[in-house]
């Protein structure tokens, strides 16, 4: 299967997947942290976004001879960092099943594009933006307080971000934890369930805190944020995957493991560019390997979550914070981007972010829903004065 496996095609699946660990997979344990989940179900959540994460990508990779690289939804773990606080588990793993079972559903009914159509990508991009600048500009107090773990982590990043734009994440990352190394600031005590590894059965409540706080935008950011990029960049790149195919098996991959923890299993898009490119390998007819490659790495951490969590929670609530908000610093500014970037839009994308960034609680349902709604609202208000001008005239 593997014959004429270049070192390039091999290091390139292997970083993709060490992106996704050393830097943004700390939103999910900042969230779980913010959540007060046990790290037995922090154990069990990354086993369950790490097998759906192998066990997709390395049927699509093989079947598809494409690299269809997978991955845990980022914008859905931000989400999760505002959501999941006021959301009993129980109803948040209802949340997460409703939310497969609605991508699901989108994919095998063929409807993905003409969704992504009707919807106005700038709302959408408000909203996650929205959500993602509550914890983005936690960076300043944590600067503030810890000035001589963050300031350094923040001056690597930006500085990466010029000279190695791909691991400038990962070089922050280790920078703090070798200046923690030199200040013995590691937690010295862990919990005594820290070695639990492997799947925790978490029965689902549905509910309307559930649907509407997690399920809603979970569904929204994962279809538009990861999935419509995701499938931009394997067109850019040459490789014509049928929507409907990673779709529906993604929504029902993370239907079956929600009840395990996994808040979603979707395209990758900025790590799937590393794979999908000629650094990769100079064919691209043979670059599907490291999509293999990246799947059965996915699938070695998969085995190994508990100890993997039980090293993540050595590490300090401050660096792990710093890293999350450096890892949705570019989300972010895309969001941004997108968000304002059309005339016609701009003012109900603004009120949508304006709406979202607030963290209001109205009646038991949390600002994203109310963001959307706004941001709906006042995008078909906008919409039908102009009509109302033509008429008088």
């Known amino acids: 299967m593997l014959k004429r496996l270049p070192p390039s095609t091999l290091i390139t699946g292997v970083l993709t ?13 900042h969230a779980a942290q913010q959540a007060g989940l046990s790290s037995a179900q922090l154990a069990s959540w990354l086993w369950a976004v790490s097998l759906g994460s192998g066990l ?21 773990a931000a989400v999760l960092l505002a959501s999941l606080p ?17 991508v699901w559903l989108v ?7 003409a969704l992504m159509k009707r919807f106005p990508p700038a709302l959408a991009a408000a909203l996650l933006a929205g959500i993602l600048f509550r914890f983005v500009v936690e960076l300043v107090p944590a600067a503030r307080d810890h ?8 001056l690597a990043f930006f500085a990466g971000r010029r000279l190695w734009p791909r691991y400038a994440l990962m070089g922050a990352l280790l920078l703090g934890c070798a200046l923690l190394l030199w200040q013995g600031g590691f937690n010295s005590t862990t919990s005594s369930d820290n070695g639990a590894s492997g799947p925790l059965w978490t029965s689902p409540v549905f509910s309307l805190a559930g649907l509407s706080n997690i399920a ?48 979603g299993v979707v395209l990758a898009a900025i790590t799937a560019a590393m794979c999908t490119g000629p650094e990769c390998h100079p064919d691209p007819q043979q670059r599907w390997k490291a999509g293999v490659v990246a799947a059965l790495c ?30 949705l610093f570019g989300t972010l500014a895309a969001s941004l981007s997108a968000a304002l970037g059309h ?43 102009p009509r109302l001008a033509a008429r008088g005239a």
């Open 17 to 29: 997947i060490a992106v996704g660990y050393t830097g943004p997979f700390l939103i999910i344990v």
């Open 56 to 76: 997709s990508g390395l049927w699509l990779s093989w079947r598809w001879k494409m690299p269809v690289i997978t991955a845990w939804s980022t914008p859905g």
């Open 86 to 102: 006021g959301v009993a588990y129980p109803e948040a793993i209802g949340g997460f099943m409703m939310a497969g079972a609605a």
């Open 107 to 113: 994919g095998v009914s063929g409807a993905f594009d």
């Open 147 to 154: 000035a001589t773990l963050v300031l350094p982590m923040a």
């Open 216 to 263: 809603l935008p979970l569904t929204l950011v994962a279809l538009t944020g990861q999935f419509l990029p995701g499938m931009a960049v394997l067109k850019n790149d040459g490789y014509a995957l049928p929507a409907r195919v990673p779709v529906s098996l993604l929504g029902a991959i993370s239907l079956l493991l929600a009840p395990f923890g996994c808040h």
């Open 298 to 327: 996915y699938l070695l951490v998969a085995g190994i979550g508990g100890a993997l969590v039980a090293l993540l929670l050595l590490l300090p609530k401050a660096l792990i914070m710093a890293a999350a908000a450096l890892a």
């Open 343 to 385: 005339d016609s839009q701009r003012e109900a994308a603004l009120l949508t972010f304006v709406v979202a960034a607030s963290g209001v609680s109205i009646a038991g349902i949390g600002a994203p829903l109310w963001a959307l709604l706004a941001g709906v609202g006042a995008s078909a208000v906008l919409r039908w004065q």
